[in-house]
C-alpha cells in the first residue's frame, strides 16, 4: 500500500452502497471518497445488476477495492441485498470489524425498473419500497445509532428530481424516491442535535454507460451545459458534502443537474 492519503476526509471511514459498475456514481464517489483520505467501505448486489441491461460485472467489487487501497485508504466491500432489513445491522457490524465506525453514509444503491400507470402492481411498488425507501431509512437509522453523539456524521442520499418535473413511466421509482426527498429534511431536522448533517443530490441525466445515442440526442436538447452530467460530477459533491466544510449545510435537495430540469 503507498503512503496514507492525507486529506479533508482523512481518518474517517465511509459506507458508499450501490457500487458495482465501472462507470457507475458509487464508483465514482468510492474513489473521489479515498482521494480525500477516507476509509472506504462499499455494498453492491450482483442479482440486480443481473437482471438490468448492463449486467453484473463480477470481478469490479474486487478490483475497485484493490484500486482504492492503492491510494493509500483502507477498502473493503460487501454483498448484500438492501432490501432485506436485517442487512443493515450486518453492514454496520462488518464495517465497524474491519474499518471502525462510519462517520459518513452515501445512501446511492436503488432499485428502478420501469412501470407506467397500465404496469404498476403491487409487487414493483414493494420492491422499490424496499431498497430505495426502507433499506435508505433503516442505513440512516443505524448509522445515528451507531455515532452514539460522539463524532460528527455526514449523511447524503441520492434522489432523482421527482419534486421538479414529472418521470412517466417511473412512477413506482418516483414516488419512493420523492419520498426520500422528504425523509431527507425530516431526518435532517431530527440528527442536527446529534451533529449528524442529511442532505440530498439529485446528480439529473448522467452518462453511466446505460444511456443510448437516441437518448442522449434527447437529453442534450434539453441541456444549456450541452454535454449530460458524468459521475465525477457527483462524486466532487457528495465529497464536499461529506466534509467539515459543509457542516453548516443540512436539510437540503441539491439539483446538481447543469440545469437541466
Not at 476509509?39 to 448486489?45: A, E, I, K, L
Not at 404496469?119 to 431498497?131: I, K, M, Q, R, S
Not at 412517466?168 to 435532517?188: V, W
Not at 466534509?243 to 441539491?254: H, N
Request: hydrophobic share 40%; aromatic share 6%; charged share 25%.
Amino acid at each position: 500500500m503507498n503512503h496514507r492519503c492525507k486529506g479533508r476526509l482523512s481518518g474517517r471511514v465511509a459506507i458508499v452502497t450501490g457500487a458495482s459498475r465501472r462507470q457507475g456514481i458509487g464508483t465514482a464517489i468510492c474513489r473521489a471518497l479515498a482521494d480525500e483520505g477516507a476509509d472506504v467501505f462499499f455494498t453492491h448486489w450482483k442479482t440486480y445488476d443481473q437482471t438490468m441491461e448492463w449486467g453484473a460485472d463480477h470481478d469490479w467489487p474486487t478490483l475497485l477495492c484493490e484500486e482504492l487501497s492503492e491510494k493509500g485508504v483502507h477498502a473493503d466491500h460487501f454483498e448484500g441485498n438492501l432490501a432485506d432489513p436485517q442487512v443493515p445491522s450486518q453492514l454496520f457490524d462488518r464495517v465497524e470489524a474491519k474499518l471502525g465506525v462510519p462517520t459518513i453514509l452515501i445512501n446511492n444503491a436503488t432499485h428502478s425498473t420501469e412501470d407506467g400507470w397500465k404496469n404498476l402492481n403491487a409487487e414493483g411498488l414493494d420492491n422499490h419500497y424496499a431498497v430505495n425507501v426502507r433499506g435508505t431509512s433503516l442505513l440512516c437509522v443505524e448509522f445515528a445509532k451507531r455515532l452514539d453523539n460522539q463524532w460528527r456524521g455526514s449523511i447524503v442520499n441520492m434522489v432523482s428530481g421527482q419534486d421538479k418535473e414529472p418521470q412517466p413511466k417511473e412512477l413506482a421509482y418516483a414516488a419512493t424516491k420523492g419520498a426520500i426527498s422528504a425523509f431527507t429534511r425530516s431526518l435532517a431536522a431530527e440528527l442536527s442535535p446529534l451533529r449528524i448533517t442529511v442532505n440530498a443530490v439529485d446528480p439529473g441525466p448522467t452518462d453511466t454507460g446505460w444511456v443510448t445515442e437516441a437518448l442522449k440526442k434527447e437529453l442534450l436538447a434539453r441541456s444549456p451545459m450541452g454535454r449530460l452530467g458524468r459521475p465525477e460530477d457527483v462524486a466532487k459533491l457528495v465529497t464536499f458534502l461529506a466534509s467539515e466544510d459543509a457542516a453548516w449545510i443540512t436539510g437540503q435537495i441539491i439539483h446538481s443537474d447543469g440545469g437541466f430540469r
